[in-house]
């Protein structure tokens, strides 16, 4: 039994109200991310300063760097993919499990595995005394990474609040008698 083009139209209404709610959500998050990276380089650029440009530079770098965040797409129930910025290190329940295939052979006493090294935080590559611009710096960063995955997120809301607007004008174009 075909939808009633009423109950189209209240449905189309409230989807495109929650498409201009999630567009105003979006336009101030790209707001904030922007001001949070252009601090973010404001501060490195005193850091660098403070310092001397030679000191704060790619030539300060661990040799071995890893990172310190991830980000981990997952699924909703409605299809849309949702991106989280975790520690890394830090399991996400969908990897807690065996990491194992198979069955193992036991014999004896084994050492127990031993935990991985927590990372090492940044700013100590640079000196035990950073100056509180750095800090500043990488603290703008961090929070542009979490408003980048909000961001992308969101975006992928929009998208698919958009495709879902495009299938009711379609069903309400078909519905006869619908005007």
């Not at 910025?85 to 031993?114: D, H, I």
């Not at 509180?132 to 929009?158: P, T, Y």
């Not at 879902?164 to 078909?174: A, N, T, V």
Request: charged fraction near 25%; include cysteine.
């Amino acid at each position: 039994m075909p939808m009633a083009a009423p109950d189209l139209q209240a449905q189309l209404d409230s989807l495109l109200l929650q498409l201009f709610r999630d567009l105003e959500e979006l336009e101030a998050k790209r707001a904030v991310l922007n001001a949070q990276v252009e601090e973010g380089w404001l501060s490195l650029a005193k850091a660098r300063y403070a310092m001397g440009a030679k000191s704060v530079g790619p030539l300060q770098y661990a040799s071995r760097m890893e990172p310190h965040v991830c980000v981990h797409v997952s699924e909703a129930q409605d299809g849309l993919q949702k991106f989280r910025v975790v520690r890394a290190g830090v399991q996400t329940p969908e990897e807690v499990g065996p990491r194992e295939t198979g069955l193992r052979r036991r014999k004896g006493a084994t050492r127990p595995p031993e935990p991985p090294e927590a990372p090492q935080d940044p700013l100590n590559w640079f000196g035990i005394l950073v100056p509180h611009s750095l800090r500043q710096a990488q603290a703008s960063f961090w929070d542009g990474v979490q408003l980048a995955a909000d961001v992308a997120s969101l975006q992928n809301r929009i998208d698919w609040g958009r495709s879902q607007l495009r299938g009711l004008q379609e069903k309400l174009k078909l519905e006869p008698g619908a005007a």
